[in-house]
């Protein structure tokens, strides 16, 4: 054995002039006061002790001669281990071999008392170890009445003589204590030089500093206060309703801290994510592994890429396997920007996670956080806290959990507003325990500060050595919402969101009050889910009542058609091929009357179908094109079919309940695109020509655009035109909303992420949420009474730059909420409920668009998009002027996205004449 793993003498000394306390030395056989020797807990030049003469400090528990003196066999008699221990004399060098077979009841155990410990010290257990087979041991720390748990460390030990070294600290000076050293599987285990020593604290985080980040490329590996920043569940896993998440803080996992505890309550899977994580060289090869335990059917994964599946496991825990360690080799993919890990658990189970890590290497390594700290933040349970807002009447505080040791460690905390603001906390002293909790307030003072904040906090040493990954959490600050706990059916605001609770409270607190049941929630009232086959109703009451619950207004839509009743003869698209026509109207009139009647009660306007003017959405056959191709075609009356398809439904609604409302037209801004969708102009002429004016309540059309905003004639009006061609009159005769649509499908992205992100995050929020201000205030104008934006409840994911969605709205990529939410937050507690007064041009391409009432009067004062950067706007003093985000800003100030709001409690005419004032200075507006 080489010369490398002979004894080596390490200073044993604490700071200042205490040294270690004096040892055992009737059990080591040597006083270590005052030494600077390591102690040798391992040693196999003794002579070797007898079982009988031992003090075996825990009852029932075999004994064995053939160990070195003071280590006795504790492996629990109820086990049926077939073990054998002996030392080998090889060349000179003498070590333990241990064989272990059959594991499969429990885990072989030696045990060794050791000297009193300080939790003033740093201490370090080293041991120099291989194994047959890969397999894992674990170092672990007791108290000898209780066999308590302080401290433990895995490692997977590989076929070739390897030192291993785990440092820790104690909460409090250790008393009677036991070093054990457990055997986790069958295989012939070899171990030399087992030592305790105490080290200098500084030196050796400065190692782990350079060493350690490159074990552990996790930033989060640990869980103290549950969910953190960058987790996410998919678009249909609700908190509280399919799963409940939190913190297990009656146990310490494997990592020291307390474990991720996670219930799931349905059959269905359910899939969390963990933060996006980057490699140094990303074709390395790499080890991802995560401590479970539980009960549970779970698969656990690893993604790269553009969501790239490169490693799972299916694992099935039961509780009395205690927890295992799950490993999922997996290369780097060339030119990945991030990755993740993901647990999918299949029906109901608890199960807890732990000491998350991926390495570098195809064999684990010893778990290791990537730094010596790490911290945990989140905002305190409130309201809509489970949607990362905090109300402005609720205190702005934040809690945190640091977990790791150092001496004179400090935890810093720095806030960043939406303006690049900057504000550095005070410094928090960490104490001594590895858990430090605390609560603070993250604004130092009770502001009015509105939109998102950006909460960045790290541990630092106290000459400025960073000891943690930064942890980023992102807060908003919002108005309450003006109908914030009760029903707002006269609100203009909708959306599409699945029905999970933290969707919806985000819907309702940031001022949605409608949901439009459409992809998010078609399952609820398509056709396609309910009556899968004839006859069968299979309704899901309780997921619609999650909406009534939260006083959620509901647009239920009326489309799809089951196999059975459908021009569907092979299936080719798993979305598309509900979409086929019903052959016979009389099934579907039945579903309109059952669907209708079932939901009587909770909701009361039901739109009818879904883009009917694209032809895959209301195809009779799929066609072969010469290309190789498959398409959806349309019968040879599509404006007859659709128009059918309303006055069914218009009827058999009607003849039970005049109260509920069909909507219908269903048409778009768009032009035609040969062969798969119509001209908007034309889809209205052709059904109104078909006289489906008739048999609806309220006319719908669509519009998607990337487009300049702000003034008569934009888009937003020229689409209008072209969906409700104005010689038919149909504005005037019909309530007209807008069932979907987007200004900001090419614009959203990772929102204000910044640290947690594996890239670079280079979105403008401000051009993001100016630009959704400006859709809605231009639809508003003109005429539009409801707006349904798509979507909040897309395909979550944020290790890739390239799966931001273009049809994210109001949310980042992992469903948590985006600038433009806030902005839009603002813009309803301004507007909802205020009736359109007159557009006014100001000059300069600046527009006002005035709203109110008799006693109050909102202004949103809006640049041409584009315009000249500097206008020169005249504004009183007496205005009293806010930014799209609700901060109340100065005369003189910039004006962010070129737009301001004037609020005034007066009747829209009188601000009409303070704007058009020509007595006052000068304002600049920028873009």
């Known amino acids: 054995m080489e010369k490398t793993y002979l004894f080596t003498i390490i200073v044993m000394r604490i700071l200042g002039p205490i040294y270690l306390l004096t040892f055992l030395p009737a059990m080591l056989g040597v006083s270590y006061a005052d030494t600077r020797e390591p102690i040798p807990l391992l040693s196999f030049d003794e002579p070797r002790g007898s079982a009988a003469d031992r003090n075996v400090i825990r009852p029932n528990f075999q004994m064995s001669v053939n160990l070195p003196e003071n280590w006795a066999v504790t492996t629990p008699v109820n086990t049926n281990l077939k073990t054998s221990y002996q030392l080998i004399d090889e060349a000179g060098e003498k070590y333990l071999r241990v064989e272990v077979d059959n594991n499969e009841t429990g885990a072989a155990r030696i045990t060794c008392p050791i000297p009193n410990l300080n939790s003033e010290i740093v201490y370090q257990v080293s041991f120099i170890a291989r194994s047959k087979v890969p397999m894992p041991i674990v170092i672990s720390l007791h108290h000898q009445l209780d066999n308590g748990l302080i401290w433990r460390k895995k490692s997977v030990l590989s076929g070739e003589w390897t030192q291993y070294e785990h440092t820790f600290m104690l909460d409090s000076p250790g008393h009677e204590l036991n070093l054990s050293i457990q055997f986790l599987g069958s295989s012939t285990y070899d171990l030399i030089k087992v030592h305790l020593r105490a080290i200098d604290t500084r030196k050796t985080l400065e190692v782990n500093n350079i060493l350690e980040t490159e074990r552990n490329f996790l930033p989060v590996s640990r869980f103290p206060l549950g969910l953190q920043p960058g987790m996410f569940l998919n678009e249909n896993d609700s908190l509280d309703y399919v799963v409940s998440i939190d913190t297990d803080t009656s146990i310490l996992g494997p990592s020291g801290s307390h474990p991720l505890r996670v219930r799931t309550l349905s059959e269905g899977p359910v899939r969390l994510t963990f933060p ?133 460690a400090f935890l810093h905390i720095e806030i960043e507003d939406i303006y690049g603001h900057k504000t550095v906390l005070k410094k928090i002293r960490l104490d001594d325990p590895f858990h430090n909790y605390g609560r603070i307030e993250y604004l130092e003072k009770e502001i009015s500060a509105l939109g998102p904040f950006r909460i960045n906090a790290c541990v630092m040493s106290e000459d400025g050595q960073r000891l943690s990954p930064d942890c980023e959490l992102i807060a908003y600050r919002l108005r309450r919402p003006r109908h914030w706990l009760k029903d707002a059916p006269g609100s203009y605001f909708g959306v599409h969101v699945p029905p999970t609770k933290q969707g919806i409270l985000m819907a309702k607190a940031i001022g949605l009050n409608w949901v439009r049941l459409h992809d998010t929630g078609a399952h609820l009232c398509g056709w396609w889910w309910l009556e899968k086959e004839p006859g069968k109703w299979r309704f899901r009451d309780e997921l619609l009542m999650r909406y009534r619950s939260h006083h959620l207004s509901i647009l239920g839509v009326i489309a799809t058609t089951p196999p059975w009743a459908s021009y569907m003869i092979k299936p080719h698209s798993k979305y598309f091929d509900r979409y086929y026509l019903p052959r016979n109207l009389t099934d579907f009139e039945n579903y309109v009357a059952k669907v209708t009647s079932q939901y009587q009660e909770n909701i009361s306007t039901y739109e009818v179908w879904n883009e009917p003017w694209i032809h895959a959405y209301i195809p009779v056959e799929l066609k072969n094109k010469e290309d190789g191709s498959k398409r959806y075609e349309t019968s040879e009356t599509p404006f007859r079919d659709y128009a059918l398809l309303v006055k069914s439904a218009y009827d058999t609604v009607k003849e039970n309940d005049l109260s509920i409302s069909i909507a219908g037209l269903n048409t778009s801004t768009f032009p035609e695109r040969q ?70 499908f090419n614009f959203t992205g990772f929102g204000f992420y910044k640290n947690t992100l594996t890239f670079d995050n280079n979105e403008d929020v401000w051009l993001t949420s100016g630009m959704h201000i400006r859709f809605t205030t231009r639809l508003l104008a003109q005429g539009v009474e409801k707006i349904f934006y798509y979507s909040m409840g897309m395909r979550p994911y944020l290790a890739s730059e390239s799966r931001k969605s273009l049809f994210h709205y109001f949310t980042a990529p992992d469903l948590s909420l985006h600038p433009s939410g806030a902005a839009h937050s603002n813009l309803a507690w301004f507007l909802d409920g205020e009736k359109f007064f007159e557009t006014i041009p100001l000059g300069f391409g600046l527009q006002a668009y005035i709203f109110g009432g008799e006693s109050n009067s909102v202004a949103i004062l809006m640049t041409a998009y584009g315009a000249n950067e500097n206008v020169e706007y005249i504004a009183p003093d007496e205005l009293v002027l806010f930014d799209i985000f609700g901060n109340e800003i100065q005369q003189r100030q910039k004006w962010p996205a070129g737009i301001i709001i004037v609020h005034q409690k007066l009747p829209p005419s009188k601000l009409k004449e303070i704007l058009l004032n020509p007595q006052l200075e000068p304002l600049q507006i920028t873009l």
């Open 276 to 408: 996006p994580f980057s490699l140094p060289d990303r074709r390395m090869d790499c080890m991802a592994s995560v401590y479970l335990k539980g009960k549970a059917n779970l698969i656990c994964k690893v993604f790269g890429g553009d969501r790239e599946l490169i490693a799972e496991k299916n694992v099935t825990l039961q509780v009395e396997d205690g927890w295992q360690r799950i490993l999922m080799p997996f290369k780097g993919i060339p030119f990945s920007q991030g990755y993740c890990l993901q647990i999918h658990a299949i029906g109901k189970g608890v199960y807890l996670a732990d000491a998350l890590q991926v390495s570098e290497g195809k064999k684990p390594k010893d778990y290791i956080g990537q730094m010596p700290f790490e911290i945990a933040l989140k905002l305190p349970e409130s309201e809509a806290s489970m949607a990362g807002i905090q109300f402005s009447d609720e205190p702005p505080t934040l809690e945190y959990c640091t977990t790791g040791q150092y001496r004179n």
């Open 675 to 744: 062969n798969r969708s119509f001209d908007g102009g034309d889809w209205t002429r052709g059904t109104v020509e078909e006289g489906i004016l008739n048999h609806m309540d309220i006319a719908t059309y669509h519009q998607y655009l990337t487009a300049p905003l702000g003034s008569p004639g934009d888009s937003v009006e020229e689409g209008f035109r072209r969906a409700l061609p104005p010689t038919l009159n149909i504005e005037d005769t019909f309530p007209i909303w807008l069932t979907e649509g987007s200004a900001i």
